[in-house]
């Protein structure tokens, strides 16, 4: 897949123009941001003098990191700084102060980038992963529409318990056996884990070994962890059910994912269960909440009352 050297935007092979500039085609497009497996990409934020109001502040930030150099003497001094991509809210909060300079440049892996590489793709995934409550499971997903066995949600190819998608590809044999294509769930797997390659989380091995480990063939039959996806058509002149793919039970798939970590989807069963004891344990507060002001209000109306009689007891003793 190639990438625009204008606008970092993807360009499918064949293709003569950039689909987001319009910028033309040629080698240039073809130099990526490359990750090397099992390393965190390293990014680079370099910059110059400046009458800006952030240069000061830019220069406070950098001093504060020990990779932080400075280069050439007077105006025509450079400063530079190199952190690893892990460190995504702090190249972003320097890049948004020197990032529209003349005299400045970014470079990840050694390579020119813009903003758009840190916030959109697999590091902008990435951010989002770190604010999540269970960090691990937000890539496996965390409802059963975004499932996934590969670890990583933004590879596009959840595990759906009612098929579709790569489960669709291969075929049936005549007895029946299903047979993936595991050649063409490569393929798709590599465009994807080429967009999201700079996502420190994402482990390219690890995505194409969970594939190696899928198997490839599988018979609903005699394997209680995959069905069979039916549809009615028409046969013969009779609409018939027949089956047209296989899915996997959802509560088994994890016997295919690498590691340690079991990821626990919610079923929308679920979240519905559970939003609907949360609303009858509101109420339930609520109307012990009422009833309490109720039963506060009639006993002070009782006080009141004897009150009244004590002090009417009083007057008529009196006369």
């Known amino acids: 897949m190639l990438v625009c050297d204008k606008c970092s935007a993807g360009i499918n092979e064949g293709s003569k123009f950039c689909p987001q500039c319009g910028d033309p085609v040629t080698e240039a497009d073809r130099v990526t941001i490359p990750v090397v497996d099992g390393k965190v990409a390293n990014v680079e934020i370099s910059f110059g003098n400046s009458s800006s109001q952030n240069f000061n502040k830019a220069i406070e930030i950098c001093q504060n990191i020990p990779s932080y150099v400075v280069s050439g003497e007077g105006k025509l001094s450079q400063y530079k ?99 993936f294509d595991k050649n063409r769930i490569k393929h798709e797997l590599e465009i994807a884990l080429k967009e999201n390659e700079l996502c420190p989380a994402l482990d390219r091995n690890s995505v194409l070994e969970t594939l190696d480990k899928l198997p490839n063939s599988v018979n609903p039959k005699k394997d209680s962890n995959w069905q069979y996806r039916t549809n009615y058509e028409e ?43 949360h609303e009858i344990e509101v109420k339930l507060r609520t109307h012990e909440s009422c009833q309490s002001k109720v039963n506060t209000k009639s006993s002070s109306s009782k006080i009141v009352w004897a009150v009244i009689i004590v002090i009417i007891i009083l007057i008529l003793a009196a006369m």
């Open 235 to 277: 046969v013969d002149g009779e609409y018939k059910e027949v089956a047209v793919g296989v899915k996997p039970v959802i509560r088994k798939i994890n016997k295919y994912i690498l590691g340690g970590f079991n990821p626990v989807w919610e079923s929308e069963q679920q979240l519905e269960k559970e939003s609907s004891s």
């Open 81 to 179: 700084i190199s952190l690893p991509i892990t460190e995504v809210e702090l190249i972003i909060k320097v890049f948004e102060l020197v990032g529209s300079w003349k005299s400045s440049q970014m470079l990840i892996n050694g390579h020119s980038a813009t903003k758009k590489d840190l916030t959109y793709y697999g590091v902008g995934c990435y951010r989002n992963r770190q604010k999540a409550y269970k960090p691990e499971q937000y890539c496996f997903g965390e409802r059963e529409y975004d499932a996934n066995i590969w670890g990583c949600k933004r590879l596009g190819m959840p595990v759906y318990e009612w098929g579709g998608g790569w489960l669709e590809f291969g075929k049936f044999d005549n007895s029946g056996v299903w047979h």
